[in-house]
């Protein structure tokens, strides 16, 4: 392989930012329900110089993700409706009330 030696001695020099990755998963375990994006306001609020991307590639990376929710039944739908009666002539009343 016609490859560069110092290619294949590379280390990285990057911070794993452990404390960082510490606090994340903190507030997300207090925070079910917050993305990343709403975490990252919380992290720089309490005085973290973060990059929204910084913070969605550690929230990835730690296996998190926002639990999406199931959609709801109207609530009406399961309720017993009585049928209501024909009317017997053309143009008949089409209510279950007597006529006034």
Known sequence: MMLNRA??????????QHALRVRMRELAASRVRFGYRRLTVMLRREGWAVNAKRICRLYTEDGHAVRTKCARRSRGAHVYRPL?????TKGGRWTSSPPV
């Open 84 to 88: 209501l009666p024909r009317g017997v």
């Open 7 to 16: 290619t294949m001695n590379y280390q990285s020099r990057r911070d794993p």
